[in-house]
């Protein structure tokens, strides 16, 4: 592990978090406004002014972008329905993590095993109010682990819908990270259960690396 990733935490100020936090609002928001030009434009004025500010302490804040996101995705899923908008939410919405993923692993150094993206993980999620660690098994089969995650801030606002299609952001985020492995959500806190889980699995290429 890089002394980078190591020593992450120590400089995740509160004025540090903020900023991450309004750039992944600014990303994923306009991703979901260029869907709803496209597919509901005569919503997008609307939803726009009922936006609250991205302002005060973090809490404040996290909840003021999960509400951004569910009630655009509410607006899609009426224009488009709701298989046609999580499909497409997801397919725009992956390349976002992507580039955040990217970025965050230049900038922590993390390296190419799971344990090193798990704990970039534990940094990045501080960001949105999310708690994750690693545990053995899942439903992937032998050499998976599983990213649990035991609070998320989002979850309180987030309808399952817009869990599932905002989601796809978390899959590209751990694919910027480390190209090599794939994650897949099979429980959700939206979904009523007690915390999140997905599989982390190796490509085949890597794990022969």
Not at 31 to 50: F, K, N, Q, S, W
Not at 171 to 197: A, D, H, K, W
């Amino acid at each position: 592990m890089s002394l980078r990733l190591a020593t992450a935490k120590l400089w995740m100020r509160t004025s540090v978090l903020k900023r991450e936090l309004g750039r992944v609002a600014e990303m994923t928001i306009t991703t979901l406004d260029e869907m709803l030009r496209e597919h509901a434009p005569g919503a997008l004025e609307g939803i726009r002014a009922g936006d609250s500010p991205m302002d005060g302490d973090l809490d404040q804040r996290r909840r003021a972008m999960a509400d951004a996101h569910r009630r655009r995705v509410t607006a899609l899923v009426e224009a488009m329905g709701e298989e046609a908008a999580v499909e497409e939410g997801r397919r725009r919405m992956s390349p976002v993590g992507v580039a955040l993923g990217v970025e965050a692993r230049e900038r922590l150094g993390v390296g190419d095993d799971i344990e090193d993206l798990v704990e970039a993980a534990k940094v990045l999620y501080t960001v949105l109010g999310i708690e994750v660690d690693g545990e053995e098994g899942g439903e992937g089969g032998d050499g998976t682990l599983v990213l649990r995650v035991d609070r998320c801030a989002l979850s309180e606002v987030y309808d399952p819908t817009t869990c599932r299609l905002m989601s796809a952001a978390d899959e590209g985020l751990v694919r910027g990270l480390n190209p090599n492995v794939q994650m897949t959500f099979y429980e959700r806190i939206t979904e009523g259960r007690p915390c999140c889980r997905a599989d982390l699995v190796m490509t085949p290429a890597t794990e022969e690396a």
